[in-house]
């Protein structure tokens, strides 16, 4: 069962990184003015709360970036000059200029994931134990 699972998250991982392939054809305008580009992922779906989304947007307008579009609730395209990158050993210490995730990891919402169904299985067992 295990290595379904992992089959069928590798498959949806590939499904999404085409998705964003095909939302993210830039125009040759967009690459001759010489930008970059980030998507930032939230693995718990803060990205439909409005004021998350405006703190995440000052947060990386410290280091030039731009929200170009949200895709969904996980994902935000930003967009910033290549000649910002000159100023990012000026940033603060705790920016990261090309940092993609926001909020918990997937590693981090996995292990509460894994946390809570221990605790469940665990209560389940010592009512079972004391039970029978």
Sequence with gaps: MHGAH???????QKKK???EEEMTAYTRQELAEDFEFKIMRSSTGKFKNRDVIEQLKAEENMAGWVMVEKFDDNRIRFKRPISAQKKDNLLPSQIDPY???FGMSDSGVAAVVLGILALVGGTVALLVSLLG
């Design 99 to 101: 940092r993609t995730k």
């Design 6 to 12: 992992a089959t069928h998250a590798a498959q949806e």
């Design 17 to 19: 990184h085409e998705e």
